[in-house]
């Protein structure tokens, strides 16, 4: 059996791991990986040395500088693995609780205001959702982890749904002009939709594949 | 005979390690063991720098890792268990051969000590 890892060695998995970019996948598999190598370490360590603080020592010793480690681990990642890590970090600290909850709040008047205009309405409706997807991908570690099928079905099937109507009026009244910005703009999502899908099949290949319980 | 440290084993330590996983799967604490008892306890590697070294041989599909199905008597963290692939026995296979000839020709120039 093993023994518990002391703090003091999670600790340094811990601030290793949290400073390599990353995604989040692969940063659990690292973590998780690394916490259990120092356990059994560990519990090999204080069976040879009897006192918990050596053994301790003992295990640093041997697991060798975090910082280098850190650097080395960091080269092994991919490169466009990186970029992504570095993007969805900086989303991250932009995204913040408060930004939401203004934005929300902001949301909420305008929906109060121009209630009589269906297309702002819905609009602002449909705005506010994507805000509470946002919110509830980073209280759920589920949804954190599979947001990407999720928002990326709604690109997918909401493209058409503008693309559509427009598509419809040139076909009617071959009115381009008028057409041509709602089926950029739709295009422009399914393109999006498939994107976060290939990025999230990207994903799922990384190592950390079989984490999700 | 003195110990061999990690910095000696860099450009060699993915082939040491592809070597050891040809005797069977194993997690990364049991490769190390694997990797001491093999090199006469001489081996002096830091545990740490093990990791980046499989990630690369898993990125380059020359090493395949599963979690393990159960705790099988442990707490906490799961270990992820490392098997050679067939991609890795070819790489294990070519690099055996390089350094044949290495030890061979630099051998050959170093002489033995008079």
């Known amino acids: 059996m093993n023994e518990p890892l002391p703090p003091e060695l999670a600790a340094v998995v811990r601030r290793l791991v949290r400073s390599l970019a990353v995604v989040p996948r692969r940063k659990a598999t690292i973590e998780e990986e690394l916490v259990a190598h120092l356990a059994e370490a560990y519990a090999e360590e204080l069976e040879r040395h009897g006192s918990a603080r050596d053994a301790r020592q003992a295990v640093l010793a041997r697991f060798g500088d975090a910082e280098e480690l850190t650097t080395q681990l960091q080269a092994a990642v991919s490169r466009p693995e990186q970029l992504i890590a570095s993007w969805l970090g900086h989303a991250e600290?932009?995204?913040?609780?408060?930004?939401?909850?203004?934005?929300?709040?902001?949301?909420?008047?305008?929906?109060?205001?121009?209630?009589?205009?269906?297309?702002?309405?819905?609009?602002?409706?449909?705005?506010?959702?994507?805000?509470?997807?946002?919110?509830?991908?980073?209280?759920?570690?589920?949804?954190?982890?599979?947001?990407?099928?999720?928002?990326s079905a709604w690109a997918i099937a909401t493209g058409p749904a503008v693309i559509l109507p427009a598509a419809a009026l040139v076909r009617k009244n071959g009115d381009w002009a008028q057409a041509a910005p709602p089926m950029v703009l739709g295009a422009l999502i399914v393109l999006a939709g498939f994107a976060v899908f290939g990025w999230a099949l990207f994903v799922r290949r990384t190592p950390s594949q079989q984490t999700v319980e | 005979m003195e110990p061999i440290a990690g910095d000696k084993l860099r450009g060699h330590l993915e082939t040491l390690i592809l070597a050891t996983l040809e005797r069977g799967e194993a997690h990364g604490l049991e490769i190390l063991h694997r990797l001491e008892v093999r090199g006469c306890g001489l081996l002096r590697l830091k545990e740490g720098s093990l990791y980046p070294a499989l990630y690369r041989l898993e990125s380059a599909g020359e090493v395949a890792a599963v979690w393990e199905d159960e705790q099988h008597g442990r707490r906490g963290a799961r270990r992820r268990i490392y098997r050679l692939t067939a991609k890795g026995g070819k790489r294990l296979k070519q690099a055996r051969g390089e350094f044949t000839q290495f030890v061979s020709v630099v051998g050959g120039i170093l002489g033995t000590a008079t």
């Open chain 1, 93 to 151: 600290v932009l995204m913040s609780k408060w930004w939401m909850a203004i934005v929300a709040a902001v949301l909420v008047v305008c929906i109060a205001i121009f209630r009589d205009d269906p297309q702002f309405f819905v609009g602002a409706l449909a705005m506010l959702g994507g805000v509470a997807f946002v919110r509830s991908c980073q209280i759920s570690p589920w949804l954190r982890v599979n947001w990407p099928w999720f928002a």
